[in-house]
């Protein structure tokens, strides 16, 4: 694909091997059915940036189509309480309802809906306490 033929050269310059180069080559890989090829570019991602919620889901998705669920489904747990992104909640959803696991994803759609309230409540209580610190005149 010419995404492909776009990316590649960037892939092999390690100064320009940045994390989401390899996420757009494992989207395009997995745009074109190249599975083995996806996982290895959000791998290399993932190995890169860390913190990448998006393509540590993407690897672990591919454990859970690869044959290796449990782990894959381990793999979105982890994700899903580490970070504040919904990806991999979103993701473990589909997958425990993919598997006919219903009351699984009901519990997980749950805790995403308790973290998504207690993030709420953090950002309005910050908003609150600016606002507070700037009527008594301690703007920050």
């Given at each position: 694909s010419k995404?492909?033929?776009?990316?590649?050269?960037?892939?092999?310059?390690?100064?320009?091997?940045?994390?989401?180069?390899?996420?757009?080559?494992?989207?395009?890989?997995?745009?074109?059915?190249?599975?083995?090829?996806?996982?290895a570019m959000y791998a290399r991602a993932a190995q890169l940036d860390p913190q990448d919620a998006r393509s540590r889901t993407m690897v672990a998705l591919g454990r859970v189509a690869g044959g290796e669920e449990a782990q894959g489904l381990d793999q979105l747990r982890d994700l899903a309480a580490q970070t504040d992104s919904p990806i991999a909640d979103v993701a473990l959803v589909?997958?425990?309802?993919?598997?006919?696991?219903?009351?699984?994803?009901?519990?997980?759609?749950?805790?995403?809906?308790?973290?998504?309230?207690?993030?709420?409540?953090?950002i309005l209580g910050d908003h609150a306490e600016k606002g507070q610190?700037?009527?008594?005149?301690?703007?920050?």
């Open positions: 995404a492909l033929r776009t990316l590649e050269p960037l892939l092999e310059d390690s100064a320009q091997r940045v994390a989401q180069v390899f996420a757009l080559a494992g989207d395009a890989h997995a745009q074109l059915g190249q599975s083995a090829q996806a996982q589909g997958s425990l309802i993919r598997k006919g696991d219903h009351a699984g994803a009901r519990a997980a759609l749950d805790a995403l809906e308790d973290r998504l309230a207690e993030q709420d409540h953090r610190d700037a009527e008594n005149g301690n703007e920050s």
